[in-house]
């Protein structure tokens, strides 16, 4: 079959051979690809932003697998060669349309994964013009849909990018959150609050550094955040106490244990059971005593201990 293009800036008609089995093949290969990733891309994409960020970075990992999958069918494509220009140009306009959309998912997914937008610019049309390289490509489409595809190419490829970039800042995000103290590292309830306070023992006023949990004795103590023990042994006041390091300028201490499970430099994760709870030290009954330093400074764990993760 072969379709005669004619068009008034043209003197002589235009002829594209369907017969011929390599400009056959190139188009059947760019429109499958073209249908393929928008589809996938626009589905996963809008399941993704609907739910939370966890759901969101699943959904990105199965779009960039299915991704991959389509490239490698596409290696094997071959299909029914009497597909028509006219009908390439109405699947453009769709994929347009799907693209278009997509920008808006992307866009939706930053905001999701509370992100710098400054960093994703999905609303950004790409960058085209410039020299036009219609030679030696051994096979001529109408132009409007040649630059069309060359377009949307290149739209995909940068939404692909994109959505990678934006899956391992929100990989970063999740990890940071691992470090951050989240939590009560016992269950039980607050028995003293972080502030000034009369002391226990002698009445005066005195700071008190952190909060104290009343639990009762050999009560698992869980580590609120991932990161290292750097102290793990008897402190003057603190009884048996441990210390963790995080890593990110937190730091936080458990004291009056009854037992310590942990040893200095070993690596703990969030929720690990570093202690049981006790009352040794200065102490008036069996509880945790627990303090949260940031940047060398202690700060009120309140906040931390109300947060969830
Ligand atoms: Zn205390």
Request: net charge positive; aromatic share 6%.
């Amino acid at each position: 079959m072969q379709i005669i293009l004619v068009s008034r800036a043209r003197k002589l008609p235009k002829t594209l051979d369907l017969a011929n089995g390599r400009l056959r093949w190139k188009l059947l290969s760019l429109l499958s690809l073209a249908v393929l990733a928008c589809l996938s891309l626009g589905g996963a994409l809008a399941l993704a932003v609907a739910s939370p960020r966890d759901h969101a970075l699943a959904q990105i990992h199965e779009l960039q697998q299915q991704i991959r999958a389509q490239n490698d069918q596409l290696g094997g494509v071959r299909a029914d060669a009497q597909r028509s220009l006219d009908a390439l140009a109405v699947k453009l306009g769709q994929l347009q349309a799907q693209s278009t959309r997509l920008n808006a998912l992307g866009q939706r997914l930053v905001q999701v994964g509370k992100l710098d937008s400054g960093d994703f610019d999905f609303d950004e049309s790409p960058a085209v013009g410039g020299v036009e390289d219609m030679g030696g490509t051994g096979y001529a489409l109408p132009p409007a849909l040649a630059t069309g595809i060359d377009q949307l190419t290149s739209q995909f490829d940068r939404q692909q990018a994109q959505l990678s970039a934006l899956q391992s800042l929100l990989l970063d995000a999740r990890i940071e959150s691992n470090l951050k103290p989240t939590g009560m590292p016992v269950p039980g309830y607050i028995s003293s609050y972080f502030g000034v306070r009369p002391d226990p023992f002698d009445g005066q006023s005195a700071r008190h550094t952190g909060i104290d949990i009343a639990t009762p004795l050999g009560t698992p103590v869980h580590a609120v955040a991932e990161g290292m023990v750097t102290f793990a042994g008897v402190r003057r006041g603190y009884g048996k106490v441990v210390e963790i390091d995080h890593g990110n300028g937190y730091m936080t201490r458990y004291a009056h244990n009854s037992k310590l499970d942990v040893r200095p430099g070993q690596h703990v994760q969030v929720g690990d059971t570093i202690a049981r709870a006790g009352s040794t030290g200065r102490s008036t009954g069996s509880h945790v005593h627990f303090e949260v330093w940031y940047r060398g400074r202690v700060v009120n764990p309140l906040a931390f201990v109300r947060n969830h993760r």
